[in-house]
């Protein structure tokens, strides 16, 4: 499955022409390994570090609704919007089956659709547009391979006007440096947007970067309300802290002093980060200004 996918995009992207096919078959292999290790990173950055799935798969009252993944219907209802996160499977009818590879790249980094449509909160488009190119190019081979399901759904309201655009053409994001610090920043922010949650907002509805982790943003669900936490080495954050207890914090929900966290933390996802994410993410929280 996964193989015909990968040669149907290669053939795709040699335009289809038989020599450059024939020369295409015998580098086979090699391409073959590149794609599987494109798809691996897709796959963890899809369901684990940038848990789209918290948003884009539908919740039932026992967690995700089995045999949906990714194909939306999640309802965020707030004062300025009723937004509806869509189906992101490669149904042709109801989901972006249709749409090419850089389409969808242009949907998630800038958040423009096919149409020229402007996508709205809460898709964390402020901070995907930080997403490096090889992420990019992995997330959309990866949702490219996902089951395609039939899933109709309504559209978002804005009662609040949209921007014309999230900003200039993104071009090209390289990766980040390559130390603790960087990684960890790249992390928190462009890929599993958790300073977007716990950074307060200001009245335009942007992140108050001035004040990056204080946390304080409210969230409403069935669980009630949960309040972001502060995340920076401050004393009312995560200055008292060890490693071991953020760490646990991420993964398993669980805070310092033992009390389960609420949602709509991403906890079941990020569980499957690795060790050295986990110690990017420390490191980098540990670098923060603190704030009271
Ligand atoms: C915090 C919730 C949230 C997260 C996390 C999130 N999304 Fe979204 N996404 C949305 C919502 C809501 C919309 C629709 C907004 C609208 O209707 O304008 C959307 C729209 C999209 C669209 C446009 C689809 C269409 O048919 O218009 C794509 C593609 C997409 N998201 C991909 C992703 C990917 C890939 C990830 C993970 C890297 C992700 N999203 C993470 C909430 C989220
Ligand atoms: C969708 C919003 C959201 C995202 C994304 C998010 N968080 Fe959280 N986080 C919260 C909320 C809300 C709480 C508080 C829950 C509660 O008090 O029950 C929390 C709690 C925490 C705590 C526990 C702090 C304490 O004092 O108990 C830590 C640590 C934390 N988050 C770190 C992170 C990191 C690191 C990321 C990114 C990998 C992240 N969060 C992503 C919303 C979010």
């Not at 996160?85 to 659709?113: F, K, M, Q, S």
Request: proline share 11%; glycine share 12%.
């Amino acid at each position: 499955m996964r193989t015909g996918l990968a040669w149907g995009n290669a053939a795709r992207a040699l335009g289809g022409s038989a020599a450059a096919l024939l020369g295409f078959l015998a580098l086979a292999p090699a391409a073959r390994a590149q794609d599987a290790a494109l798809l691996a990173r897709g796959k963890h950055l899809v369901e684990v570090t940038g848990a789209c799935g918290n948003c884009h798969t539908p919740l039932g009252p026992q967690g995700p609704l089995p045999g949906m993944a990714l194909a939306g219907g999640t309802v965020f209802d707030e004062p300025p919007f009723r937004a509806v996160a869509p189906n992101i499977t490669p149904d042709p009818e109801t989901g972006v089956g249709r749409w090419t590879d850089a389409e969808l790249g242009r949907a998630i980094r800038e958040g423009l659709r096919p149409d020229g449509s402007l996508i709205g909160p809460p898709m964390p488009m402020a901070l995907y547009r930080g997403l490096s190119d090889r992420d990019l190019a992995a997330i959309v081979a990866f949702l490219r391979t996902v089951p395609p399901v039939r899933h109709p759904l309504e559209r978002s309201v804005y009662r609040i006007s949209l921007p014309p655009a999230y900003g200039p053409p993104v071009g090209s994001v390289p990766e980040p440096a390559d130390t603790a610090v960087a990684r960890g920043e790249y992390l928190a922010n462009a890929v599993a947007h958790c300073m977007e949650c716990h950074t307060p907002m200001l009245p335009t509805g942007q992140n108050d970067r001035g004040r990056l982790g204080a946390g304080g943003m409210e969230f409403r669900g069935p669980w009630g309300v949960s309040v972001a936490r502060n995340l920076t080495p401050h004393a009312h954050g995560l200055g008292g802290w060890t490693d071991a207890q953020i760490v646990t914090a991420i993964t398993r929900g669980v805070s310092a002093d033992g009390r389960p966290l609420m949602p709509p933390m991403a906890f079941g996802a990020y569980a499957g980060m690795t060790r050295e994410e986990l110690s990017d993410l420390v490191a980098y929280l540990r670098s923060l200004p603190p704030q009271p």
